[in-house]
């Protein structure tokens, strides 16, 4: 079957780095997004990685192993308006997006 | 970016009505929707997927006579909550993905819909 990995829940300091990990096992592979969903809105677009290794964007950084079924976004300088879900979404063979139940991150000051 | 508009924002509806909720893409050709639900504090569900002029596919466990989607143009998908119950108090999200099979899949959502079912 199809499976995205990542963790439920995660906390970290306001200033500080946070990694939120995410594994998958697909039938296939086109890509892995990253999405972030504050409480009660739509998810907003973050990263899209299909080639292996670091994508930087601003604060952001999303990084993939494709042989390792293995991502991570990376979130520097943390703010508190980066309290939010993260969601890792893979694409299959079939170019269908395959979900992550998300990682609720709690900013702490 | 492209734009994905979605209406109504929340919608409160007495238990047996229907509420129908719309879903456009304002600056884009989008050939295939997807109708997400989420319950407070869980993560995104796929309902349905709908390709322009054809029927929906339904995830196992929802229901297509309850849950109507149409997708008549490639501008404008409607879903439907027929006989509206309390237990289908969520908040319902579209999204849509322009060009054919074969691009990268990226999504872009709607503001997403609060249904609340008295």
């Known amino acids: 079957g199809q499976n995205i990995d990542q963790p439920t829940e995660m906390t970290a300091t306001e200033g500080a780095i946070v990694q939120i990990n995410c594994t998958y096992q697909?039938?296939?592979?086109?890509?892995l997004f990253w999405y972030q969903q504050h409480a009660g809105e739509a998810p907003t677009f973050l990263s899209y990685?299909?080639l292996d290794g670091l994508e930087e964007k601003g604060r952001f950084s999303s990084f993939l192993s494709r042989s390792k079924g293995y991502s991570y976004l990376l979130l520097k300088e943390l703010q508190m308006k980066d309290s939010a879900s993260y969601l890792c979404?893979?694409?299959?063979?079939?170019?269908?997006?395959?979900w992550g139940a998300g990682t609720k991150l709690i900013i702490k000051p | 970016g492209a734009v994905v508009s979605q209406h109504p924002s929340w919608v409160i509806c007495k238990s047996g009505t229907s509420v129908k909720i719309e879903c456009r893409s304002l600056?884009?050709?989008?050939?295939?929707m997807f109708w997400y639900r989420q319950f407070p504090k869980q993560s995104l569900m796929l309902m349905a997927t709908?390709?322009?002029?054809?029927?929906?596919?339904?995830e196992q466990g929802v229901e297509k006579d309850k849950f109507l989607i149409n997708h008549a143009s490639l501008t404008l998908s409607t879903l439907t909550v027929t006989s509206a119950h309390p237990e289908d108090s969520s908040f319902y999200i579209c999204?849509?993905?322009?060009?054919?099979?074969?691009?990268?899949?990226?999504?872009?959502f709607g503001e997403g819909s609060r249904l609340t079912v008295l």
């Open positions: 999204s849509a993905r322009a060009g054919d099979m074969g691009d990268t899949g990226e999504l872009f």
């Open positions: 600056d884009f050709q989008a050939t295939t």
């Open positions: 709908s390709n322009e002029g054809s029927k929906a596919t339904y």
């Open positions: 697909t039938s296939g592979f086109n890509g």
């Open positions: 990685n299909v």
């Open positions: 979404a893979v694409v299959d063979s079939n170019y269908q997006l395959i």
